[in-house]
């Protein structure tokens, strides 16, 4: 959701997860849903709607956001709040910094884009207050340890068909590659990541703990 509408100059929504069922897609597709973890890992994953105009997202997060009898783990309607009169009381926190050594650092434009929306918040009152949240550079590795607690779906074995990685590369060398880069290096990473497999006990522990932090800086009247 997030990342075609920024490419694409469009207005998505990505609710949190359990809200919209994932019946159809990845992992609850014809293809994994098969398998016995697939609810459990449907838990973690969220879809929502793109629109050309803002004020289509909400209409249409309240009609796809309910059970449906396939995902399991559906809570019920999406549960709305008013529309806001102002935003004066809003917290809104900035992050624009590298979480971690590898990312690229935020583009220029990109960077001045985001304080732009700050300036146009504040001046409709809401408080801006620049910060640093290092424990979201944990985020990525715990989405692996997410998928690594189900057995028979991976990322691998739906992106790749559970093909060598070895032959993906010789390809990629000679000019015949199937995949992107991007795609390659992230197989890669899931199968590093394997090799230091949490237990499912370890993964609850770090993902409870990451979502207290997060939750320190949330509530109904803060945005990040």
């Known amino acids: 959701v997030r990342i075609p509408a920024a490419h694409c100059g469009v207005f998505g929504h990505k609710p949190s997860s359990k ?13 994994s849903s ?9 838990r973690f994953f969220a879809m ?36 806001l009169d102002s935003l004066k009381g809003i917290k809104v926190y900035l992050l624009e910094d590298k979480l971690h050594p590898l990312q690229k650092s935020v583009a220029s434009n ?6 732009s929306v700050a300036s146009v918040l504040e001046k409709e009152g809401a408080e801006i ?34 093909h060598s990685l070895m032959a ?24 590093i990541v394997s090799l230091n497999k949490k237990t499912y006990i370890e993964f609850l522990y770090v993902k409870n703990k990451i979502s207290h932090q997060l939750n320190t800086y949330l509530d109904n009247k803060s945005v990040l």
């Open 19 to 31: 809200f919209v069922p994932m019946s159809g897609h990845f992992p609850l597709d014809r293809y």
């Open 34 to 42: 098969q398998y016995p973890s697939a609810q459990f890992i449907a």
């Open 48 to 83: 929502g709607p793109l629109c050309r105009k803002a004020e289509d997202l909400l209409p249409l997060l309240k009609i796809i956001s309910r059970p449906d009898g396939i995902d399991e783990n559906i809570y019920g309607n999406f549960d709305c709040h008013q529309q």
């Open 110 to 115: 990109i960077k001045q884009n985001l304080y």
């Open 129 to 162: 207050i620049p910060c640093h949240i290092p424990f979201l550079a944990d985020a990525c590795e715990l989405w692996f340890d997410i998928m690594l607690t189900a057995k028979n779906i991976t990322l691998h074995s739906v992106v790749n068909k559970d």
């Open 168 to 191: 993906e590369m010789y390809s990629m060398i000679s000019g015949k590659k199937k995949m992107m880069l991007s795609t390659l290096l992230l197989l890669l990473i899931e199968k």
